[in-house]
């Protein structure tokens, strides 16, 4: 099994920044690869940035020039920097990774989320 813990959520304002990370632990062969997807109340669950274990990025058209996704192979962490937040940015982040668990099997796994509010 593969938990994702994250952190860095909070209430935030406009223009101001945050700083998310996430934690993998468990049993996993490896984990690639790793991302962030958001959800806010009325929507669906879209992706905000992913990347690779090789360092390819991948941003939603909405955050990019704002958002900064990296990763530490080493530690299987993940972390977005989020600045210029907007109040449009307000959702549920979760953490979400790709882990092969066994050879052969390749699973989905996400985070319980974290809130983030951009209110002034």
């Known amino acids: 099994q593969v938990q994702l813990v994250e952190s860095g959520g909070g209430l935030v304002q406009p223009g101001g920044s945050l700083r998310l990370s996430c934690a993998a632990s468990?049993?996993?062969?490896?984990?690639?690869?790793m991302g962030w997807y958001r959800q806010a109340p009325g929507k669906q669950r879209e992706l905000v940035a992913g990347i690779t274990n090789g360092g390819i990025t991948n941003y939603a058209d909405s955050v990019k020039g704002r958002f900064t996704i990296t990763r530490d192979n080493a530690k299987n962490t993940v972390a977005l920097q989020m600045n210029s937040l907007k109040p449009e940015d307000t959702a549920v982040y979760y953490c979400?990774?790709?882990?092969?668990?066994?050879?052969?099997?390749?699973?989905?796994?996400w985070g319980q989320g974290t809130q983030v509010t951009v209110s002034s």
């Open positions: 979400n990774a790709r882990a092969l668990v066994v050879y052969g099997r390749w699973n989905d796994y």
């Open positions: 468990g049993s996993f062969v490896v984990i690639n690869p």
